[in-house]
């Protein structure tokens, strides 16, 4: 895999992040009696877009203007809103495996330098979905 692809893999991975916490924060809003938790997966989503950002620097990467991937977020939370929240989380865990192997496949061609951020990406995802089994209690 050439550089171009490795680095349009960590855009798409860092602007998916800055989503993914408005994602978050829109579920927040939707599930009030679980807005601890969503805001707690927001959190996790920012410090992990927080840490690409660095390789975002690095490469010198253009990523779409927050606000943009922020309306994104929002969409899909919108999206969801109407669904048993414990359904959620259950679909959430089967369709997020897909990121962890998105993401190991991604450290695996990843310069050493970059390895931290790139095995942090892969270990907050993992994170995702053990809280979402704990909440739902499979």
């Known amino acids: 895999m050439g550089n ?4 349009s893999r960590v855009l ?6 800055v989503a993914g916490a408005a994602y978050f924060d829109g579920l927040a809003s939707a599930y009030p009696q679980q ?3 969503f805001a707690q997966c927001a959190a996790l989503e920012r410090a992990t877009a927080s840490q690409l950002s660095a390789l975002v620097r690095k490469y010198a990467l253009a ?3 927050r606000t943009a991937l922020e309306q994104r977020g929002a969409l899909d939370a919108r999206r969801e809103a109407g669904s048993d929240w414990r ?3 259950r679909q959430s865990v089967q369709a997020y495996a897909r990121y962890v192997a998105e ?21 907050h995802e993992v994170q995702l979905i053990e809280w979402m089994r704990a909440q739902v209690g499979s």
């Not at 171009?4 to 680095?7: F, L, P, S, V, W």
């Not at 798409?12 to 992040?17: L, N, P, T, V």
């Open 87 to 89: 359904e959620l989380l």
């Open 63 to 65: 990523p779409q203007p």
């Open 12 to 17: 798409k991975a860092y602007e998916d992040e």
């Open 103 to 123: 993401f190991q496949a991604l450290e695996a061609i990843g310069p050493a330098a970059d390895q931290p951020v790139l095995a942090a990406l892969t270990a």
């Open 4 to 7: 171009a692809q490795y680095t």
């Open 35 to 37: 807005s601890g938790f």
